[in-house]
T-cell receptor, first 120, second 111 residues
Framework: DGGITQSPKYLFRKEGQNVTLSCEQN?????MYWYRQDPGQGLRLIYY???????QKGDIAEGYSVSREKKESFPLTVTSAQKNPTAFYLC???????????????????FGQGTRLTVV | DAKTTQPNSMESNEEEPVHLPCNHS???????IHWYRQLPSQGPEYVIH???SNVNNRMASLAIAEDRKSSTLILHRATLRDAAVYYC????????????FGQGTILTVHP
């Protein structure tokens, strides 16, 4: 079955350590996204990538890094520069929709089940 | 980026219709309107999306105002499983590729 998988589900990190969250999709989707969600809050965009080897900063990119070496994979590294990393992290993928050479907007996005990161 | 405005919370009774509003007064002509919902401790799931015409699917209906500055997600008969946070977002045109969520509307369904 096609889908998007995040791992691990729970992750504990010591202060000062970098940690990498995995996101893999086998939906052949072009675009992938990383979001952060704090308790009782909405989703905030960290980074997104529309094609391989290219990505853009979202609204809260500081302290995070990403790579997009393969279409299926979009790992997120939470660096020691991120001062408050404890949060719920969500990855999403979406197939772009281009009609007659014009970008017409995205089709439905698929989300992973999330990784809950806790700094100890 | 075009932004959306939704009420913080709404309540409904089971088996009654629910109308969830969304304002997007700065929407551009090529922005699609998307709706997602999120259950506790889960990733959001797609509900519906549209451009200009009203849309229906098995989950809900989307009513888009003629001037496209607002839209309404309609759940025809709310169930307890519909209790979730509902997000209205825009994508397309100048904001193509950037999928930005707001705070959403917390829907409570009473038995």
């Amino acid at each position: 079955d096609g889908g998007i998988t995040q791992s691990p589900k729970y992750l504990f990190r010591k202060e000062g350590q970098n940690v990498t969250l995995s996101c893999e999709q086998n939906l052949n989707h072009d675009a992938m996204y990383w979001y952060r969600q704090d308790p009782g809050q909405g989703l905030r965009l960290i980074y997104y990538s529309q094609i391989v080897n290219d990505f853009q900063k979202g609204d809260i990119a500081e302290g995070y890094s990403v790579s997009r070496e393969k279409k299926e994979s979009f790992p997120l590294t939470v660096t020691s520069a991120q001062k408050n990393p404890t949060a719920f992290y969500l990855c999403a993928s979406i197939r772009g929709h281009i009609k007659q050479g014009i970008k017409r907007g995205m089709t439905e996005a698929f989300f992973g089940q999330g990784t809950r990161l806790t700094v100890v | 980026d075009a932004k959306t405005t939704q009420p913080n919370s709404m309540e409904s009774n089971e088996e009654e219709p629910v109308h969830l509003p969304c304002n997007h007064s700065t929407i551009s002509g090529t922005d699609y309107i998307h709706w997602y919902r999120q259950l506790p401790s889960q990733g959001p799931e797609y509900v519906i999306h549209g451009l200009t015409s009203n849309v229906n699917n098995r989950m809900a209906s989307l009513a888009i105002a003629e001037d496209r500055k607002s839209s309404t997600l309609i759940l025809h008969r709310a169930t307890l499983r519909d209790a979730a946070v509902y997000y209205c977002i825009l994508n397309g045109g100048t904001s193509y590729g950037k999928l930005t969520f707001g705070q959403g509307t917390i829907l409570t369904v009473h038995p």
